[in-house]
């Protein structure tokens, strides 16, 4: 009886579940402040990072910036601070007398900093050791977005072991490293933020990038299983965003494309407005995000049809083969380097 008893009791919990997600979809919730708080982002020196830090920097987080590209990360620094200082002209543009509101009044604008480290996030210790750095100059982290990542370029049976390896450390190894180095003390203050920025083949996949897909695959796997112990250890103030975008208009897949006549329909993104899609996530505790909406559709339809019928709609698309040009460029591209060093 009373395992019955539960059972209707679990099911009204599912239906009021939807009916706060539909809430949201036609209300939008409130965004969380994060002034004052210290945000490390990793791979910002470029890319979703470089953009991730400037958002956050509009909103008066104290940035910790991690790249293994030192002066790409300066760069990404000069430019927060940029922010910082008009931030700070407006403030005191402002009349004099008039009354802060509560998220400007929780750091003054004098007290925002942004801190670079070079860090191979692919590196175990240089995490580790990079992190104590972080904890002693800085502080604790209370916002971690984990986003770098790395793409090889090259069919499986062409690409080097260290490649394969490289690419499986920085895109899903290292979110274990950061975490495990973040996340004791946010457990202990029942208080925290950890973003994952996997990418949309962590959902699904295509051919020519074996080794990308299965680092993804294993970032989002990571993100859910991490996700469900915080719940299981009832750390309701810690909250997780996944962030699953498809294609990015980065350069990081130049080349990559899908059936010409699909592709008005479905264009790569811009890097704009996939940050500005994900920092409304992040600031509303949405647990996922994908970006566009189809792509929530696209993984429903994988799971639920059989494995040919998938390959039809791939080849449909084109994104069957959708890879093979940015592979094309990537060893046209070392070739002629190659060539131009005298290899």
């Known amino acids: ?12 919990r599912v239906l009021w579940a939807f009916v706060l997600a539909a809430a949201k979809w036609l209300v939008r919730p409130k965004e969380k402040s994060v002034a004052g708080q210290v945000c490390l982002i990793t791979g910002a020196g470029s890319g979703l990072g470089r953009l991730f830090a400037l958002e956050f920097a509009r909103r008066r987080a104290l940035l910790v910036l991690w790249d293994i590209n030192t002066q790409s990360n300066e760069e990404t620094a000069g430019m927060v601070r940029h922010i ?16 802060g509101d509560g998220e400007k009044d929780v750091l003054p604008l004098c007290n925002l900093q942004v801190y670079t480290y070079t860090c191979d996030v692919g590196k175990r210790e240089n995490v580790y050791l990079t992190a104590e750095r972080v904890r002693k100059e800085v502080g604790e982290v209370s916002l971690l977005v984990n986003n770098a990542g790395v793409v090889s370029g090259h069919h499986l049976l062409e690409c080097p072991d260290e490649l394969i390896e490289r690419t499986m450390m920085v895109n899903c190894h ?3 490293w950061t975490t495990k180095a973040f996340l004791p003390k946010m457990l202990e ?18 051919a020519g990038v074996e080794d990308y897909c299965a680092s993804k695959f294993g970032a989002v796997g990571f993100h859910e299983s991490l996700s469900h112990e915080l719940k299981a250890a009832e750390k309701d103030g810690i909250k997780t965003t996944l962030v699953c975008p498809y294609l990015v208009d980065t350069g990081m897949f130049r080349g990559c494309r ?8 479905l264009p790569p993104l811009k890097p704009e407005y996939c940050v500005k899609q994900a920092m409304r996530a992040i600031l509303t505790d949405q647990p996922m995000i994908c970006t566009p909406r189809l792509m929530y559709m696209v993984t429903f339809m994988k799971s639920i049809l059989p494995f040919e019928a998938v390959v039809c709609m791939y080849r449909f698309l084109g994104a069957d083969k959708c890879m ?15 060539a131009k060093n005298g290899i």
Do not use: C, D, W
Request: hydrophobic letters at 50%.
């Open 1 to 12: 009886m009373n395992i019955l008893l539960e059972f209707f009791v679990v099911t009204f």
């Open 84 to 99: 910082y200082r008009e931030m700070a002209e407006e403030a005191a543009a402002a009349a004099p007398g008039v009354a």
């Open 174 to 176: 290292a979110h274990f």
């Open 189 to 206: 203050m029942n208080h925290g933020h950890i973003v994952t920025v996997a990418s949309s083949l962590g959902l699904f996949s295509t």
């Open 258 to 265: 899908i059936r010409k006549e699909i592709e008005p329909f």
């Open 324 to 338: 093979y040009p940015f592979i094309a460029q990537r060893k046209q591209a070392t070739n002629n380097n190659e």
